[in-house]
C-alpha cells in the first residue's frame, strides 16, 4: 500500500505492473537525460560571448533537432505499444468476479460455480481496530486466488466510479449500463489497496477497494465459508 | 527518530530530483558510467586541442552517450535475466505438478535406433 508522501509507484504484485514499473524506469532516464541537455544548453548560451545577429539558416542543425527528437519518441513508444497490447490479453482466465460500484460503496458477485456476493463498505475512522488503515481498510474484502488469471467485470448501479488498485496497475471505469473487463494475475499473497477514482459524490473518497489474494486451497476455503453464510 | 530515519532512507537520493538512483536498477550504474565516460572524453579532447569550451561540450556528449549506452546495455541484460527467471519458475512449477505423472519429462522413455535398411 502507499506510505505517507510517497512520490512513486507502489510495488508491483503483477506481472503487468511491473513492466509498467520497467517502462516508466526506462522513459524517466531518457526523461532525465533531456533534462541534463536543457540545462547544459541553457548554461553555454547565458555565460557564451559567441554571439551574431545575421545568422538566417542552419540546415544541419535543423535536421538534428527534428531527427533526434524523432528517434527518442520512436524509443518511448516501441515499449509502450508493446505494454498497451499486453495490457489487453485475455488468458483463459480461470475465475470471474464482478465489480459493482454503488454510491458509495462496492459489490462484488462470484457468480461461476455458485452464486454468492457480498458488499464492502469502509470501515468508519471511529470503528477501526488497531492495526487498521484509515480510509482504505474494508468491513468485506474482494477475495481472490494467487498465481491464477482472473476477470473482473466492473459496473456500476447508479453514477460513474472507477475500480483502482494501484499495486496490481488496474484502474477502470465503472460505467452504468456498461460492463467493462479486465483481467490480472496476482503474483504474491497480499493485501492490496486501492480507492474510488472518479468522483461519484460526496463520500466518493470513502468507498476504497481491498483485493486479498490468498492460495488456491484457502480461497476455496473461503469460498465455501462464503457460501455457508450466504 | 527510527522511523525518520528509516524514512529518509527509504526516499533515497533524486538527481535532479527525479531520478531515483538508489531504487532503479541500472540507473546508479549508467550514471556513474556516464560521469566517467564524460571526464575520459573531455580530458582526451582539451590534451589534444587545449580549448576548454569545447572540451566541457564534448566531455557533456560522452556523458550522454555513456550513459545511454551503459543503461540500454544494462537493461536487455536485466530483460533476458527475467524471462529465464520466468521460463525457470514455469519449469519448477509444472516439475511439482507433473513429478511421477505420465507427463513428467524424466519418464519419457528414450527414442529407439531406428532401424537400418533391409
Known amino acids: ?230 | 527518530s527510527r522511523s525518520k530515519e528509516e524514512s529518509e532512507k527509504e526516499e533515497g537520493f533524486k538527481l535532479l530530483g527525479i531520478l531515483d538512483v538508489q531504487r532503479i536498477p541500472c540507473a546508479r550504474n549508467a550514471i556513474l558510467h556516464g560521469a566517467g565516460g564524460s571526464l575520459t572524453t573531455g580530458m582526451l579532447y582539451f590534451l589534444a586541442t587545449s580549448r576548454v569550451r569545447r572540451s566541457f561540450d564534448v566531455g557533456f556528449a560522452g556523458f550522454m552517450l555513456t550513459t545511454l549506452g551503459s543503461w540500454f546495455y544494462c537493461r536487455i541484460n536485466n530483460a533476458k535475466l527475467r524471462v529465464q527467471q520466468r521460463f525457470i519458475q514455469e519449469g519448477i512449477k509444472n516439475k511439482i505438478v507433473y513429478e511421477g505423472s505420465v507427463l513428467d519429462p524424466i519418464n519419457k522413455p528414450k527414442a529407439e535406433n531406428p532401424s537400418g535398411p533391409s
Not at chain 1, 40 to 62: G, P, R, W
Not at chain 1, 174 to 201: D, H, K, M, W
Open chain 1, 1 to 230: 500500500m502507499a506510505h505517507p508522501s510517497q512520490l512513486g509507484f507502489q510495488d508491483a504484485a503483477s506481472p503487468v505492473m511491473e513492466e509498467l514499473l520497467h517502462f516508466h524506469d526506462h522513459t524517466l532516464m531518457i526523461v532525465f537525460l533531456i533534462s541534463t541537455l536543457v540545462l547544459y544548453i541553457i548554461m553555454a548560451m547565458v555565460t557564451t560571448k559567441l554571439t551574431n545577429k545575421f545568422i538566417l539558416d542552419s540546415q544541419e542543425i535543423e535536421i538534428i533537432w527534428t531527427l533526434l527528437p524523432a528517434l527518442i519518441l520512436i524509443l518511448i513508444a516501441l515499449p509502450s505499444l508493446r505494454i498497451l497490447y499486453l495490457m489487453d490479453e485475455v488468458n483463459d482466465p480461470h475465475l470471474t468476479v464482478k465489480a459493482l460500484g454503488h454510491q458509495w460503496y462496492w459489490s462484488y458477485e462470484y457468480t461461476d460455480y455458485n452464486n454468492f456476493g457480498f458488499d464492502s463498505y469502509m470501515v468508519p475512522t471511529q470503528d477501526l481496530t488497531p492495526g487498521q488503515f484509515r480510509l482504505l481498510d474494508v468491513d468485506h474484502r474482494m477475495v481472490i486466488p494467487t498465481e491464477s488469471p482472473v476477470r473482473v467485470l466492473i459496473t456500476a448501479d447508479d453514477v460513474l466510479h472507477s475500480w483502482a488498485v494501484p499495486s496490481l496497475g488496474i484502474k477502470m471505469d465503472a460505467v452504468p449500463g456498461r460492463l467493462n473487463q479486465t483481467a490480472f494475475i496476482v503474483s504474491r499473497p497480499g493485501i492490496y489497496y486501492g480507492q474510488c477514482s472518479e468522483i461519484c459524490g460526496a463520500n466518493h473518497s470513502f468507498m476504497p477497494i481491498v483485493v486479498e489474494a490468498i492460495p488456491l486451497k484457502h480461497f476455496e476455503n473461503w469460498s465455501t465459508l462464503m457460501l455457508e453464510n450466504s
